[in-house]
Each structure stands twice: as structure tokens, then as C-alpha cells.
T-cell receptor, first 108, second 115 residues
Framework: SQQGEEDPQALSIQEGENATMNCSYK?????LQWYRQNSGRGLVHLIL?????REKHSGRLRVTLDTSKKSSSLLITASRAADTASYFC????????FGQGTRLTINP | KAGVTQTPRYLIKTRGQQVTLSCSPI?????VSWYQQTPGQGLQFLFE???????NKGNFPGRFSGRQFSNSRSEMNVSTLELGDSALYLC??????????????FGQGTRLTVV
């Protein structure tokens, strides 16, 4: 069963707009990670946020974590066509437990 | 440095056969984890090996097994294949065991089709 649940399941926006994806999880975590997957390929690690951190930035990515609500969000600013992919959150206890992912489509 | 290498990339097998998939982690990484990805179930954890020892196992039948060698390369084996085993199998390597705030690096996966 999945620990994390992403919302929305699919998101389609215009190039240049910002994209926000949310993740909710059920149990206590050591950290939460976000990954990107291009169609049918391996996952690429985007960012790791520890349970004692509230916000983290990496380039055009901003991740927030609210452990009291057991939720996280990933913001991609100034989206590009190359950002089209599926995005997964994963909670890290003794194993990575992934959500079902958000399919993001950037329209030129 | 070289990334995670999975072989083969694609595989077609018949029901009842067995299959072995291989994963070479990033040099220096001692942890290798395996995941199964299907459209219905998403990404499911299979098992993790660290220094040749299985540290954690997911909720899969005994037909799924794995091992890790002294050079950290890992193999997973699926016996008596079923149609439902058709999936993308992903291998991830990390410097330390999962749960210690370490990122995982994934290979491109092996696409297994069971007919």
C-alpha cells in the first residue's frame, strides 16, 4: 500500500507558469524526498527535506514540509517543456515508500 | 562517475519461466534496493541489500528473491513467472542504508513483459 498520496493526479499548465504538487503521508518519517520520472524511465532525485526542516530550495524547486499535517508540497517555478514528467514523493523510514505520483504536462 | 546500470533493459518471458535481473550500483555505494512499478500498484518496494545482507523486504511472494555480491552488484530473481509480474523493475543505489537521510540514485530499469 502507498504511504504517500500526491494531489493532483494530473496537472496541465502553460510554459512559464508555476506548478504546485502536494503530498500527504500517514506515519512518522525521517525525511521526505521528491523524484521525477520521465516516461517509462528511471527516477531522478530532486530534493530531500529532513523531518526537522520546513522549507528547502533547489534552483526552480521549492519544497515545504508540515509534519503536523503530514504533508509536503513541491513548487516548480517558471515551468519549461522539459519539466513534463511524473513527480513522486517518497517517505523514508527503513525503505522508500512512494505515492502514486502527479503527471505534469507543460504546454508550449 | 558512472550511474546505476541495470541489465537487460527489456525482457520478454513466458509464464512459468524464471528471470534474473542485474544491477550495478554507483561505485562506492553499498546499498541496493529494488522496486517494482506497475500502472495499477505504482512503485512497490521489493527488498534492500547492504553489504551482502538483506536488510528489508517488501510484501512480495517468495518467488521474488535477490542477492548482493561482495562488489555490491545485485541480482534479483523471479521464479515461476506470472502475467502480473509484467512491470518495470527499478534498482536504486545509495551510499548508506535507507533511513539515514541519504538520496537514492535509480537506474533506467528493466522492462519485463510476461506473455
Amino acid at each position: 500500500s502507498q504511504q504517500g498520496e500526491e494531489d493532483p493526479q494530473a496537472l496541465s499548465i502553460q510554459e512559464g507558469e508555476n506548478a504546485t504538487m502536494n503530498c500527504s503521508y500517514k506515519t512518522s518519517i525521517n525525511n521526505l524526498q521528491w523524484y521525477r520520472q520521465n516516461s517509462g524511465r528511471g527516477l531522478v532525485h530532486l530534493i530531500l527535506i529532513r523531518s526537522n526542516e520546513r522549507e528547502k530550495h533547489s534552483g526552480r524547486l521549492r519544497v515545504t514540509l508540515d509534519t503536523s499535517k503530514k504533508s509536503s508540497s513541491l513548487l516548480i517555478t517558471a515551468s519549461r517543456a522539459a519539466d513534463t514528467a511524473s513527480y513522486f514523493c517518497a517517505t523514508d523510514a527503513k525503505k522508500l515508500v512512494f505515492g502514486q505520483g502527479t503527471r505534469l504536462t507543460i504546454n508550449p | 562517475k558512472a550511474g546505476v546500470t541495470q541489465t537487460p533493459r527489456y525482457l520478454i518471458k513466458t509464464r512459468g519461466q524464471q528471470v534474473t535481473l542485474s544491477c550495478s550500483p554507483i561505485s562506492g555505494h553499498r546499498s541496493v534496493s529494488w522496486y517494482q512499478q506497475t500502472p495499477g500498484q505504482g512503485l512497490q518496494f521489493l527488498f534492500e541489500y547492504f553489504s551482502e545482507t538483506q536488510r528489508n523486504k517488501g510484501n512480495f511472494p517468495g518467488r521474488f528473491s535477490g542477492r548482493q555480491f561482495s562488489n555490491s552488484r545485485s541480482e534479483m530473481n523471479v521464479s515461476t513467472l506470472e502475467l502480473g509480474d509484467s512491470a518495470l523493475y527499478l534498482c536504486a543505489s545509495s551510499a548508506t542504508v535507507t533511513g539515514l537521510n541519504t538520496e537514492a540514485f535509480f537506474g533506467q530499469g528493466t522492462r519485463l513483459t510476461v506473455v
